[in-house]
Nanobody, 123 residues
Framework: QVQLVESGGGLVQPGGSLRLSCAASGFTFDSWVIGWFRQAPGKEREGVSFLSSDGRTYYVNSAKGRFTISRDNAKITVYLQMDSLRPEDTALYYC?????????????????WGQGTQVTVSS
């Protein structure tokens, strides 16, 4: 049974930082991609950053230069370090797993999802 548990969200002022964690368990896949997605009220869920099992990364334009995705190699925990946060980054952030090592961006391609962690950027 695959489980994903996100943590690390909260309220932060514009320009601040947060580090989100995605703790994965029950993995039996040799190849995978973990993606961070977000969904703001009234908007579609969108991909933010992606990490493959062989270490490749991908960032959407809004995340480039501000967000960093990484992994704890001792366990399958994937982090999203978010710096220079903006009010438009406010959303519910999810991690999800795609069960191949091809980085895909559409949320419908992801098979397992966590419950999400809220990020609010406001002064």
């Amino acid at each position: 049974q695959v489980q994903l548990v996100e943590s690390g969200g909260g309220l932060v002022q514009p320009g601040g930082s947060l580090r989100l964690s995605c703790a994965a368990s029950g993995f039996t896949f040799d190849s995978w991609v973990i993606g961070w997605f977000r969904q703001a009220p009234g908007k579609e869920r969108e991909g933010v950053s992606f990490l493959s099992s062989d270490g490749r990364t991908y960032y959407v334009n809004s995340a480039k230069g501000r967000f960093t995705i990484s992994r704890d190699n001792a366990k399958i925990t994937v982090y999203l370090q978010m710096d220079s946060l903006r009010p438009e980054d406010t959303a519910l952030y999810y991690c999800a797993v795609h069960t191949s090592d091809r980085i895909v961006l559409h949320p419908l391609r992801y098979d397992y999802w966590g419950q999400g962690t809220q990020v609010t950027v406001s002064s």
